[in-house]
């Protein structure tokens, strides 16, 4: 009898465990940013940003794996800190942004590498073109916001881009075809 109780009980864990799903998490636009920088011709390393933008992560703690990302944002949201380098930014050299005015990212995949760690694949649209891109993600925290009173969690993320990926090589090598981009993002469960 007890062999049989103890083998409902786990097939009733096991059950409930498969029944699990991912749950829904908004980022937080003021708490969200995507930083970039690159080489100019070897004086200096500029940077830039994306901050307000728009997303969603269906987030499985259990099992993160199951999860998955999606990010969108207009190329004119960008930051750069001078308005001649955001008009060209802006052209047909760079973003191309009025054909191709947003950028976007959705996962295809999530291997988990550690505790707190995982490897985010995804397709990234830039420029009108999509390639397929790795992001290097880490879990800073999950749990009840104090502030909020709801679930809340908080991931960075960090990958490399060429630009001639994406057609938008102007002036290499002169500057770097090398981008480096740093995310650091807050999401709270939605409905709460």
């Known amino acids: 009898m007890k062999h049989s109780t103890l083998l409902a009980a ?3 864990a096991l059950a409930t465990t498969a029944q699990a799903a991912p749950e829904t998490y908004v980022l937080d636009p003021s708490h969200s940013q995507i930083l970039f920088d690159y080489n100019h011709m070897g004086y200096s390393t500029t940077y830039g940003m994306f901050s307000g933008f728009e ?15 999606t990010v969108s944002m207009p190329a004119t949201d960008m930051i750069t800190g001078w308005e ?30 550690g505790e707190d760690t995982a490897l ?18 880490q879990l800073n925290q999950a749990g009840e916001h104090p502030m909020e009173e709801k679930p ?28 480096g981009v740093h995310i650091s993002i807050e999401a709270m ?3 709460e």
């Open 10 to 12: 786990t097939f009733a």
């Open 55 to 69: 997303g969603e992560i269906q987030f499985d703690q259990e099992d993160p794996a199951n999860s998955s990302v």
């Open 84 to 113: 001649e380098r955001f008009n060209h930014f802006m052209s047909g050299d760079f973003f191309g942004a009025d054909e191709n005015e947003m950028v976007t990212f959705t996962s295809t995949g999530i291997e988990v590498t």
């Open 120 to 137: 985010i694949t995804g397709d990234l649209t830039l420029n009108g073109i999509t390639k397929s891109v790795v992001l290097d993600a």
């Open 152 to 179: 809340w969690a908080g991931f960075d993320a960090t990958t490399t881009l060429l630009r001639t990926d994406f057609d938008m090589g102007m002036f290499t090598p002169f500057i770097s075809d090398e981008v």
């Open 189 to 191: 469960k939605a409905g």
